[in-house]
């Protein structure tokens, strides 16, 4: 199975901050590399798919690069409602599926 | 607007069968560009991706390696919905299981259930 490893674990960062969080995978994936957002109680929600493309509905503050092995999330200016769990998922060796085991972005 | 109704018991005993059922509005179960998967959460395993069915001329299943000898999952084509059982449950099946839609042309989960949160134990 492809390993996804997301850094940090976890993150302290305040309302207008620029964050960033990293996820590797064990071995090439190209673009396949998609990213979540996961709030207590909930589904997690797509915000990012085949690594950059930003899905309908989601803000233009979140943003999504990288390729191979090495990918990003960045948040260009922290508001209230981002503080939530965020996850990186490969879909390069589909069906065999697998995540990231998550950032959690706590306020500061 | 497609929406996922998941159904099923929170409760099951050790060495039964946990059953769950996803409900589909807005799409078709036997539709060509998605697939249909089973997705569960916990602290101890993180996400973990369990299995799909997907329809492309014929009824196609895949299963995680992890729960293969113990998992099926079928559609239901006259409820447009379909099911996960997972047989032989332990504690270790103890999780929050969500399905999800697979768009297989962006291949990506964008439609996801609300979960269901099942215990095992006696």
């Known amino acids: 199975d492809i390993q996804m490893t997301q850094s940090p674990s976890s993150l302290s960062a305040s309302v207008g901050d620029r964050v960033t969080i990293t996820c590797r995978a064990s071995?090439?994936?190209?673009?396949?590399l998609n990213w979540y957002q996961q709030k207590p109680g909930k589904a997690p929600k797509l915000l990012i798919y085949?690594?950059?493309s930003l899905q309908s509905g989601v803000p233009s503050r979140f943003s999504g690069s990288g390729s191979g092995t090495d990918f990003t999330l960045t948040i260009s200016s922290l508001q209230p409602e981002d503080f939530a769990a965020y996850f990186c998922?490969?879909?390069?060796?589909?069906?065999?599926?697998?995540f990231g085991q998550g950032t959690k972005l706590e306020i500061k | 607007q497609v929406q996922l109704q998941q159904s099923g018991p929170g409760l099951v005993k050790p060495s039964q069968t946990l059953s769950l059922t996803c409900a589909i509005s807005?799409?078709?179960?036997?539709?060509?560009?998605?697939?249909w998967s089973w997705i569960r959460q916990s602290p101890s395993r993180g996400l973990e991706w369990l299995g799909r069915?997907?329809?492309?001329?014929?009824?196609?299943?895949d299963y995680a390696v992890s729960v293969k000898s113990r998992i099926t999952i079928n559609p239901d084509t006259s409820k447009n919905q379909f099911s996960l059982q997972l047989n032989s449950v332990t504690p270790e099946d103890t999780a929050v299981y969500y399905c999800?839609?697979?768009?297989?042309?962006?291949?990506?989960?964008?439609?996801w259930g609300q979960g269901t949160m099942v215990t095992v134990s006696s």
């Open positions: 071995q090439s994936i190209s673009s396949y």
């Open positions: 998922q490969q879909s390069y060796s589909a069906p065999l599926f697998t």
């Open positions: 085949t690594a950059s």
């Open positions: 999800a839609r697979y768009l297989s042309a962006v291949k990506t989960f964008d439609i």
């Open positions: 807005g799409d078709s179960v036997s539709s060509n560009s998605a697939a």
């Open positions: 069915t997907s329809y492309r001329s014929k009824w196609y299943n």
